[in-house]
């Protein structure tokens, strides 16, 4: 079973758009985070939510939001989506140091 | 910004070859990490040291740590066509609830 999972794998919309990527962990963690990897494969931290409350927000734009429905459930959604949203974005869970990473959602903005 | 950073920005060596991958950092940590991602797919936790050890093992992979020096490496000892990836450090920042990622050193080994 995977312990984190993403959907959808592949994203490709329009500039303006508002799309959404869900994330699921089955491990049972108390973090989960939102990742951004951009096409020079740094990776830089957007979210991450503990015990379903926001404990960093980096400089993100607020055209994103992340949800959490639950503890296995931290959803990301994107506004007014801009060519430059288009990278690699990565959900993963903790509940001590150690991060697990889902695959992968690849965000194309046209 | 990045914490770590990593070099080389891209290794490549015969299978049979040690590889080693070098992290800087810039500001004090609770413990490093080093991750692998391999292409397309998402990172993959390898080994974590705390910052109160100097060197760990875990199979073929050696990490060392010099927080005076604010670095760390890791070797990959007889290096695999597998072990084609890019490896990424990630410190766990003090004081901070959070970890940063380096870019990242893309290493291929050649069969």
């Known amino acids: 079973d995977t312990a984190v999972s993403q959907t959808p794998k592949y994203l490709v919309t329009q500039m303006g758009n508002d799309k959404s990527i869900k994330c699921e962990q089955n491990l049972g963690h108390d973090t989960m985070y939102w990742y951004k990897q951009d096409s020079k494969k740094f990776l830089k931290i957007m979210f991450s939510y503990n015990n379903k409350e926001l404990i960093i927000n980096e400089t993100v734009p607020n055209r994103f939001s992340p949800k959490s429905p639950d503890k296995a459930h931290l959803n990301l959604h994107i506004n007014s989506l801009e060519l430059g949203d288009s990278a690699v974005y990565f959900c993963?869970?903790?509940?001590?140091?150690?991060?697990?990473f889902g695959p992968g959602t690849r965000l194309l903005v046209l | 910004s990045q914490q770590g950073e990593e070099d080389p920005q891209a290794l490549s060596i015969q299978e049979g070859e040690n590889a080693t991958m070098n992290c800087s950092y810039k500001?004090?940590?609770?413990?490093l990490q080093w991750y692998r991602q391999n292409s397309g797919r998402g990172l993959v936790h390898l080994i974590l040291i705390r910052s109160n050890e100097r060197e760990k093992h875990s199979g073929r992979l050696r990490v060392t740590l010099d927080t005076s020096k604010k670095s760390s490496s890791l070797l990959i000892t007889a290096s695999r066509a597998a072990d084609t990836a890019s490896y990424f450090c990630?410190?766990?920042?003090?004081?901070?609830?959070?970890?940063?990622f380096g870019a990242g050193t893309r290493l291929t080994v050649k069969p």
């Open positions: 993963a869970s903790s509940r001590l140091e150690t991060q697990y």
């Open positions: 500001t004090s940590i609770n413990n």
């Open positions: 990630a410190t766990d920042v003090l004081n901070n609830n959070d970890m940063r």
